[in-house]
């Protein structure tokens, strides 16, 4: 409790921001020793200016740090830090590790494979299915899936882990105590209890756009794989992608359509290196990723071919007990939407019996009408 403490309180001192902590620990080890350590001996410190070691000692006596460090148990949020057990042993092996991370649920094992998926808030329906696709399918398997619980791209992520009954983590760009945005606040509820979700900001704190990315190194962090869905050239994603590279992580890409605004920054990964994902077993490549499934997910690779998930979605749901016709349209569908002269061509169909069949797979959900007169497989 009282190591707790330490931590809480050089984590919320006024004007000392990640950079000075580091130094400060880099001098004295321990937020313990911090606090001991007199004025004299702070001002020793370089980096410290003089409005730095004034406000460290008046932080000591400041009984609002303090009431505020209470007041954590009763709003059910738990913190963990470098050293304690269940600090993210992934989040150690990269340069900036946040010094303290707020957290309701369960925090990422570090014996299960972790994928991270990311992309774009504004996006397409086949974006949004492909997300929820491959998180789905990792969700299953047992792979623990991470994202960032904002809208688009990043919630179909976290509601297919959900979907498959798997673990998914959320990182805010706000306090843990903030649900960000308000639209997901029954996924928010879910994942306190089920998942996790996480921040390194204080409760309270506002959503800034200047924090969201510095949470992308937490992201990628917690993860050995970083897939990027859609995203445009300059993006929150592809900054994901670059603080990966720079933590030694594999970054892939789902590649997308030539001239499509949100398929510039996965085209560009692509030109750049990055790995091209079609299918949810690419990531085995990754040799992190792969010995973890063989040492400790068998269960869950005999679980997926039991259950039969099949890697293309297009075969995913073949079983509804359709007849031919509807089949055969259903079948000839994809995630990307289709043009009803598309489909007469591919079904050799009329117009009228393609509409028809249309309304029914629209009606059980199975399909949508993305834009005008042109439909999409519905997969979220």
Known sequence: MLKDYYWYWLCNIKGIGIKKRRQLLDVFNEP??????????????????????????????????????????????????????????????????????????????????????????????????????????????GIQVISGLALGIDTSAHKGAVKGGGYTCGVLGCGIDICYPRENIELYTYMCEHGCVMSEYPPGTTPLSGQFPMRNRIISGLSDVVIVVEARKKSGSLITADQALEQNRDVYAVPGRIGDSLSEGCNELIKMGAGIITKPEDILDNERVNYLIKNTLKKGMDKIQKDDITINPEEKNRDFGVATKKDMLYSSLDLYPMSLNTLIEKTKLSLGEISEILVQLELEGLVSEVSRNCYARVYQ
Do not use: W
């Not at 590790?97 to 649920?105: A, E, M, N, V």
């Open 32 to 141: 313990e020793c911090i606090y001991k350590t007199d004025e004299k001996l702070l001002s020793k410190v370089k980096q410290l200016s003089e409005k730095d070691v004034k406000n460290i000692i008046l932080s000591k006596t400041d009984r609002s740090i303090y009431d505020d460090f209470i007041s954590l148990g009763n709003k059910g949020i738990k913190l963990t830090y470098p050293g304690k057990n269940d600090y993210p042993e992934r989040l150690m092996n990269i340069y900036d590790y946040p010094h303290l991370i707020y957290y309701k649920g369960t925090l990422p094992s570090g014996n299960l494979p972790s994928v991270s998926i990311v992309g774009s808030r504004q996006n397409t329906s086949y974006g949004r299915s492909v997300a929820s696709y491959l998180s789905e399918f990792y969700g299953r398997m």
